[in-house]
């Protein structure tokens, strides 16, 4: 604190640069899993983005969704922009697209749909 008792903003350390370098960057495996990591990358104007990267985390927001979730339709990747609040990673939301193997989102649309009607 300064003598007049505000926050003595000179005596912060900086601020890390690169917070999201401490983290392991695990490329996509499957097609869908590059699709989607590619989408992510340039919607948020990334050069690249794991399979385990936190969307919000990476700067992603609910604007942000939607235009994902736009993109990755054009690509053939099915999924409701709000599986991207439930599903963070991109492994994760690959593991629900809509026409993979009938585990996908069909059962996250339903859960989704459950939550509106409880409100």
């Given at each position: ?55 919000f ?33 991109v ?27 409880d409100?």
């Amino acid at each position: 604190l300064t003598a007049n008792r505000k926050v003595d903003r000179r005596a912060l350390p900086e601020p890390d640069p690169e917070p999201l370098a401490r983290t392991v960057y695990i490329a996509p495996r499957t097609e869908a899993e590059r699709q989607l990591a590619g989408v992510i990358a340039e919607v948020l104007a990334l050069e690249r983005v794991g399979i385990d990267d936190d969307f919000f985390d990476l700067g992603g927001a609910s604007i942000a969704s939607l235009e994902v979730s736009m993109r990755a339709h054009e690509l053939g990747l099915e999924f409701a922009a709000e599986a991207l609040f439930e599903h963070l990673t991109v492994r994760r939301l690959a593991g629900h697209l809509r026409g993979g193997d009938g585990s996908g989102s069909d059962a996250t649309e339903s859960s989704l749909a459950g939550e509106r009607a409880d409100r």
